[in-house]
């Protein structure tokens, strides 16, 4: 089973006070790179409870090592790129929802999501994720082929990865056979009776079809697959438990982690009737969210977006956060135009600040901002992936690539002041233990200043 309901809301309701005895031993586990149990976890659920505070700093503060051991100081930048808001589906949390009248809709054609491919690629992304709204007429399985191929031979993007409905095998297997990098699909909640109250209508409405999505996209020859629940429309509790759950399936059947956990967080969105979150989450338990993900999965990728605001996307790098977007927009056509703005989006964004900010930010953070996409391009994907990054050994990889990638990004795209990434990029090299990486890494940056 991919999620064992009466399992997860008996932990939930046996979940009591942990001592400090038990959170210390079950971090010293999590510390060895070996994941975490839903027992395990339930008991970390409570730390910030009852003024708990040193415990939950604790916690907080082992995720952040975890995610240092596996990934180094690495933080990949990615965007989203919308392809379509006009959706069949009437998820009551979102602009895009077809019952949803203010939208102004809109579906790109091939040559303008090429256009908005171009405009990314001209800010320095090389790694995008396409997102769409659901519609069989509009925003198919043709068409988002179409979009993949156009992108990949017009444009300078090396990898693109896609958050669209649940799919059929062989719709699945073309995809795949493009070149698309990561599936993405999130359950939203994985209990049952909000998900079915959330999803009144429309081809969303099947709870099973969208949790059996990864188990198609593996048939399909997907390795690379993005999970991750909406947080606020259920008890973050459960829909986190269950989230790891789903991980921990496809881990026993099917030999794979899930290469991303998002971490979405509901926000305002305009012709939505859902005002405000059923079960908020507030920016602590956020934080304890991202930090107990990178603890169970600690090969995952937690991905963090543009629904937080800047200073919440600070605080979470330190606590397990590893890939984020940043200058997004959520409305198709956002990058190329900025007409219509916030008449198509499907929610608003909370930091809006743009890619060169972000990296620069990042950079003074004493993180290295990544524009790395090499484990796609050499085929390092589902279990190689993550046997190399459980190992504590992929991180000499990211390390070399975030700083080739960050120099050509500083030589090509970058317009703002640079000098904190130049610093990352001599801090980077410094702290490198590995005297042939270190090499070899010295000799490509040589290459690349030479303009090759
Ligand atoms: N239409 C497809 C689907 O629903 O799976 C894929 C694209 S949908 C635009 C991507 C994700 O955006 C959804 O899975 C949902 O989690 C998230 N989302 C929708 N409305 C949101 C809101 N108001 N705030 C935050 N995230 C939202
Ligand atoms: Fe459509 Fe996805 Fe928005 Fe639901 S979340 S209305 S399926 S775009």
């Not at 949390?93 to 579906?107: I, L, P």
């Not at 993405?184 to 909640?189: A, H």
């Amino acid at each position: 089973m991919i999620i064992v309901r009466d399992k997860i809301e008996t932990l939930l309701q046996n979940a009591g006070l942990p001592s400090d005895n038990d959170v210390n031993s079950i971090l010293k586990k999590a510390l060895e790179l070996k994941g975490l149990s839903l027992e395990e976890i339930a008991v970390l659920l409570n730390v910030g409870a009852y003024g708990h505070t040193p415990l939950q700093k604790s916690v907080l503060k082992a995720a952040g090592q975890v995610k240092d051991k596996v990934f180094g100081r690495r933080v990949v930048l990615f965007a989203p790129l919308y392809l379509s808001n006009e959706c069949v589906n009437n998820c009551l949390y979102c602009g895009f929802r077809m019952e949803n009248r203010e939208a102004a809709r809109k579906t790109l054609t091939v040559e303008e999501a090429v256009k908005e491919a171009k405009a990314l690629v001209s800010k320095g992304y090389k790694r995008l994720l396409l997102v769409a709204a659901e519609n069989p007429a509009k925003s198919n399985v043709n068409y988002i082929l179409d979009v993949v191929k156009a992108i990949y031979s017009e444009t300078d993007i090396r990898v693109l990865h896609l958050n669209a409905a649940p799919m059929p095998v062989g719709d699945l297997k073309r995809l795949k056979c493009a070149g698309v990098g990561v599936f993405q699909v999130f359950q939203e909640t994985y209990h049952r009776e909000t998900y079915e109250k959330m999803h009144p209508s429309g081809m969303k409405r099947g709870y099973d079809y969208r949790l059996s999505a990864m188990d198609r996209a593996i048939e399909a020859g997907f390795d690379d697959l993005g999970i991750g629940a909406l947080l606020g429309l259920y008890d973050w509790r459960f829909d986190l438990l269950a989230t790891v759950s789903h991980a921990h399936y496809l881990k026993e059947r099917y030999g794979i982690w899930p290469h991303t956990i998002s971490v979405p967080r509901l926000r305002p969105a305009s012709g939505s009737p859902l005002t405000s979150p059923p079960f908020p989450v507030s920016d602590e338990e956020f934080k304890l969210i991202v930090a107990l993900y990178r603890l169970a999965v600690p090969t995952a990728g937690v991905v963090v977006s543009t629904r937080e605001s800047a200073e919440l996307r600070r605080e979470v790098l330190s606590v397990g956060a590893s890939q984020i977007s940043a200058g997004s927009r959520t409305e198709p056509g956002g990058y190329d135009s900025d007409e219509g703005r916030y008449e198509a989006s499907q929610f608003d964004i909370d930091d809006d600040r743009s890619l060169d900010e972000v990296i620069e930010d990042v950079a003074k953070l004493g993180y290295m901002p990544s524009l790395c996409t090499s484990c796609y391009r050499v085929g390092r994907t589902g279990k190689d992936f993550h046997e190399l990054a459980g190992s504590g050994n992929i991180k000499e990889y990211c390390s070399a690539n975030a700083i080739l990638t960050l120099k050509e990004y500083i030589l090509d795209s970058a317009n703002g002041s640079m000098a904190a990434c130049e610093e990352a990029i001599r801090k980077e090299i410094e702290g490198m233990t590995d005297g042939e990486f270190k090499e070899g890494v010295d000799e490509r940056l040589s290459r690349i200043e030479a303009g090759e």
